[in-house]
């Protein structure tokens, strides 16, 4: 019996003994989302074209992964971004994604922020930053960003999203463009209003469908475009291609600003 005790004493050491030495087991690594955030649709271009393409899948404590190719074979579209993400990867390093979707929404995934740059000279990042004033007070002489005369806001709204300076008052800014016809019309265009060409009193930023977002008597509307214009100016050329190669269209009178 005593014997027998002995031997139990010592097993039950041993096991102890080596439970102590025995290697950690490690639990398998996984990639944890740590933040999701929704962002104002903004358009960027490709930074650097070995950057990768992912899809991502999975609960946010074990996401997948999945490398969809390099940005290289997608050309080099306008990519717009909507989410942006925050992941903590496998290999304990955290990681910024921005999801992308092509301009002909052929090709979605996640990319690493590092790999697109914000591309500033679009109407998508013009009408954003324009509307974000919606609402705001008209007081003349005014160049932001609460309150705006009508060539102050076309001023502010180009400075901040195309970091472009464009002249403070109306009439600047209608001489210092080419002209367009009204058939080239084009979301981008600046519409000037006046007795005639010598005499613009009112500018607003043309958004498409006969409409225009400008700073009026009544603050910055977006709103039908009721009169004849003396012209429009071409900021934004086709395909949202960025020069400053600009110009107008013709005829009377339209709101003071």
Not at 140 to 148: I, L, R, S
Not at 181 to 208: E, M, P, W
Not at 218 to 236: M, T
């Amino acid at each position: 019996m005593k014997q027998r005790l002995i031997v139990l004493i010592v097993a039950i050491v041993g096991l102890t003994v080596g439970l102590l030495h025995a290697p950690a087991v490690e639990a398998q690594a996984t990639n944890r989302v740590i933040t999701t955030t929704a962002v104002t649709k903004t358009a960027y271009l490709t930074k650097n074209s070995q950057g990768g393409l992912y899809q991502m899948s999975g609960p946010a404590n074990n996401t997948k992964i999945k490398s969809l190719g390099k940005l290289q074979r997608y050309g080099n579209p306008t990519w717009f971004v909507t989410k942006q993400r925050q992941v903590r990867l496998a290999n304990r390093t955290t990681a910024k994604y921005a999801y992308v979707t092509s301009a002909n929404n052929r090709v979605k995934g996640w990319v690493k922020t590092g790999s697109i740059k914000k591309r500033t000279r679009s109407f998508t990042n013009l009408y954003n930053v324009a509307k974000s004033k919606l609402g705001h007070r008209y007081v003349y002489g005014a160049v932001g960003p609460n309150t705006f005369d009508c060539s102050g806001y076309t001023k502010y709204v180009f400075k901040q999203a195309a970091q472009t300076n464009l002249p403070r008052v109306a009439q600047a800014q209608y001489r210092q463009y080419r002209k367009i016809s009204k058939q080239r019309a084009q979301k981008g265009d600046l519409v000037f209003f006046g007795s005639n060409t010598g005499s613009i009193s009112h500018v607003g930023i043309y958004v498409g469908g006969g409409k225009m977002i400008d700073a009026q008597d009544n603050g910055v509307k977006n709103e039908k475009i009721y009169v004849p214009l003396v012209a429009r100016c071409r900021l934004l050329p086709a395909r949202q291609l960025w020069r400053l190669t600009n110009q107008l269209m013709s005829s009377p009178t339209g709101p003071s600003g």
